[in-house]
């Protein structure tokens, strides 16, 4: 069993930057996939970055690439999403799983124009 909790959302300005945090508890974190899922209000769930289990391959959605960085410190089970250049389409609940099978709950991200 995998727990993950999710931080670091607020509310920024158009342009600004956010760091998210993803703790997880369990001796498996680092031996598998991570990533980060967003939910707008009244929208699916979409794909925002995800990384492998070393931290050197990452992927990102077209929307948020080269303004978004995911990574990942396997020693402290922590994966993070620096996001900066917000803008107010970033705006959603920001959720991280691992292997798409856990999920945390969320953390809201709301960037004002």
């Known amino acids: 069993q995998v727990q993950l909790v999710e931080s670091g959302g607020g509310l920024v300005q158009t342009g600004g930057s956010l760091r998210l945090s993803c703790a997880a508890s369990g001796s498996t974190f680092s031996t598998y996939g991570t990533g980060w899922f967003r939910q707008a209000p009244g929208k699916e769930r979409e794909f925002v970055a995800a990384?492998?289990?070393?931290?050197?391959?990452?992927h990102y959605a077209d929307s948020v690439k080269g303004r978004f960085t995911i990574s990942r410190d396997n020693a402290k089970n922590t994966m993070y999403l620096q996001m900066n250049s917000l803008k107010p389409e970033d705006t959603a609940v920001y959720y991280c799983?691992?292997?798409?099978?856990?999920w945390g709950h969320g953390t809201q991200v709301t960037v004002s124009s």
């Open positions: 799983h691992t292997r798409l099978v856990y």
């Open positions: 990384i492998n289990w070393s931290g050197g391959s990452t």
